[in-house]
């Protein structure tokens, strides 16, 4: 029997032959299309290839693509495992010619490949057209197709559009017959939906451009666009009428009834063919990167696994199984597509956790319907408001409540569900509190409900296509923008920043402008992009390419895999009592706070940072994995202090451990982190400490550089030291005891006049409103201060927080007319007010951009210390909401 791999193989080979040049299968996460959520053809990404947008090294391609089709426009989630041909991942074999040849090259091509290469029989076999396609209908008889097996389709069967307008053109098909023992009639009769004659292969004429106004004319390039089942034409080839009697899904199905213990035939059929397509759905997707959450494509995801998980539920597994199918899938498509055998280990753990965690709700969720139907008299559909309980209290989710309804036949009052929903968000919306300087709270929640949150795709790229669904400037959102803009995007690779990490910059370009992003953030989900239109206008509803500043993400993500390395080296030098209290990882410098009570020895920092060296050099690999919080740190994992986590965390490793030693004896480092990282930490380069200092009572503050700029300050350091060497040969033995002695009075002068400093500050000294008053039920103490520097802000602002007992502090020092401002929120506040917030409206006022820090401590500057005043009412408004 030829096996699923031989025909793939086939196929490819019978194109490559024919001129074509064998392309990768693309992402399932489509990069240039923002409108699509999963790639769910072959020709998706040859788009901007047809359109003319992009030109390639060939005009011949041939592809076998991975497809999801799980999630909005194209969803066979509820058939699958029901029919005989449905599935939430398939393969598209496709053949593709971008201004090459045309309709008397396509069509032969795809029956010799059909009736000689595959052998079909040529009698079981029939052809359609568009009704006024007269040249396809001409060449298929060529070929050897009677006329009476060539039928005419007079509808949007056979015309394929991109959309309402763009690139179109007529279809041709190809049925094949499998006999009069099943029901069902040939194409375009009243009987077409049947399963007797199944479509094998579609070939699309991209021939024609369509305008708004309903005209139509001729493309310069006229183009192929095909597709053909892999699964179904496995079927076919293998003497059945059923996919997944297929070679590929019997295994899966064999494994699925070890793992379960249960025969893979007769009345339990449906959950193993279920179990089996969406084990190949949810490992491809993980393996690319797709994680199971609330939103987007990880909704999708997890609305997969857990469906599957609730067919394993129905055989009754008691533990977890699906990770238990994985090899089994590796062996059938690993050689084919070798991203599955390298991320088996983190396919196997994310199923493993999703299922562990799954388990519980599914059991709490299934008891609590039954007591529900059980009010119910028999047959009628379970009330929204119940459906909604059960979604809203116990994590179990619409779909699954009518996956296990529909073997009951029963429904769900889904107009009760969507009004619940809808009062809940009204509710949420009235309490909630939101953040963002530059717009009004409720604007970026008001977007958030109507557009969703956006996709971030920026673990695994720099570059991507996305639609604008929303631009906001002067505090509104509008329809376009020229100068400063907050752009929104439904996708995007740009990083908001978050957990000591500043947000990226880059560019987004669109047909009609380019924005330079200068900050990237994210409120209620929703990443804003701050940006100046520098070309143009930037319009909504526009699709936009998205680019990040690669050298500025490299430089910011090696300094953020140090931070990690640095993490576990301090807990190495200094003992388990080092907790992290913040950082800053930006593109020129690192800082780490931690909890230590006194300042560092020579010897402790010389440790410190040969450790992080040495780690650096192993060039290990840097892993993430994605598990619950509470699994994370039973394995010993760091959290970033100050992070709020949901289900699921993303965990760090990184760097391979002397013998027992590191945080599982075996990795030096292993933390919750929603960041970017290296993927080697050979390529964060170098590591250099250049300050330890303290940060505030308890709490002790490394500032570093790594890469390029540690480089240069080791060459500072050099030169330093040949003009030390120099004096030296002067015949000034002591100069080196006389420059130490310098140095350390300096050293201690600097500290009493900063000492000095934060006692005038603290006694009230010179300032601007030194008086607390209260502002919405928050005390609130601003002060501008001169004498003192950016440095002195924290403490000061630790010991008035510590003084209020309860409230905010605001702090701006004037620098030379430049402004250092600092704010603080006591822990007791912090649920309804962030210290960010409150540093970003003042340094707004001060001429500055951003601003960052923890809820409880922020910090940030600005060019014009002469607006403190605007600055302070601008951080009193954010208090009074």
Known sequence: MVSLNDIRSTFLSYFERQGHTVVDSSPLVPRNDPTLMFTNSGMVQFKNCFTGLEKRDYTRATTAQKCVRAGGKHNDLDNVGYTARHHTFFEMLGNFSFGDYFKSEAIPFAWELITKDFGVDKSRLMTTVYHTDDEAFEIWKKVGVPEDRIIRIPTSDNFWQMGPTGPCGPCTEIFYDHGDHIWGGPPGSPEEDGDRFIEIWNVVFMQNEQFEDGSMRALDMQSIDTGMGLERIAALLQGTHDNYETDLFKALIEASAQATGVDPYGDQNVHHRVIADHLRSTSFLIAEGVLPSNEGRGYVLRRIMRRAMRHAHLLGAKDPVMHRMVPALVQQMGQ???????????????????????KATLDRGLKLLDEELDRLPEGAALPGESA??????????????????RERDRIVDTAGFDAAMAEQKAKARAAWAGSGEAADASVWYDIAEAKGTTEFLGYDTESAEGQIVALVAEGGQVEAATGTVQIVVNQTPFYAEAGGQVGDTGTITTDTGRARVTDTRKVAGVFIHFADVEEGKIERGQGAKLVVD?????????????????????????????????SLNAPDRLRFDFTHQKALTREELAKVENDVNAFIRQNSPVETRIMTPDDARAMGAQALF?????DEVRVVSMGRAPTGKGVDKNTWSIELCGGTHVARTGDIGAFVLTAESA?????????????????????????????????????????????????????????EVATLRRELAMSGGPSASAEAREV???????????????????????????????????????????????????????????????VRAAVGKLGGKGGGGRPDMAQGGGSDASAAEDAIKAAEAVIGG
């Open 388 to 405: 909604f309980k059960l979604y809203d209290t116990y994590g179990f989710p619409l779909d699954l409540t009518q996956d296990a309804l």
């Open 776 to 838: 919405n039920g928050v005390t609130f103490l601003a002060q501008v201060l001169s004498g003192v520097s950016g440095r002195d802000l924290p403490p000061l602002i630790d010991e008035h927080k510590a003084r209020l007992g309860s409230g905010a502090v605001l702090l701006i020092a004037d620098v030379e007319g430049k402004a250092a401002v600092a704010a603080g929120v006591t822990g007791d506040l912090t649920e309804r007010l962030s210290a960010v917030d409150l």
């Open 336 to 358: 084919a597509y070798p991203e599955l055998g390298q991320g088996q280990k983190m396919i196997e753990e994310t199923l493993l956790a999703e299922e562990t965690r799954f």
């Open 642 to 646: 100050g992070e709020k986590y949901g």
């Open 695 to 751: 940060s505030s009572a308890g709490v002790r503050r490394i500032e570093a550089l790594t890469g390029a700029e540690a480089m240069r300050e080791l060459r500072r350091r050099d030169v330093l030291m040949s003009e030390v060497e120099g004096l030296l040969k002067t015949g000034e033995q002591d100069v080196l005891a006389r420059l130490q002695a310098i140095l350390d009075e300096r050293k201690a002068l600097s500290s």
């Open 550 to 582: 690669h050298d500025r993400r490299s430089t910011i993500r090696a300094n953020h895999s140090a931070t990690h390395l640095l993490n576990e080296a301090l807990r190495e030098a200094l003992g388990d009592h080092v907790a992290q209290r913040g």
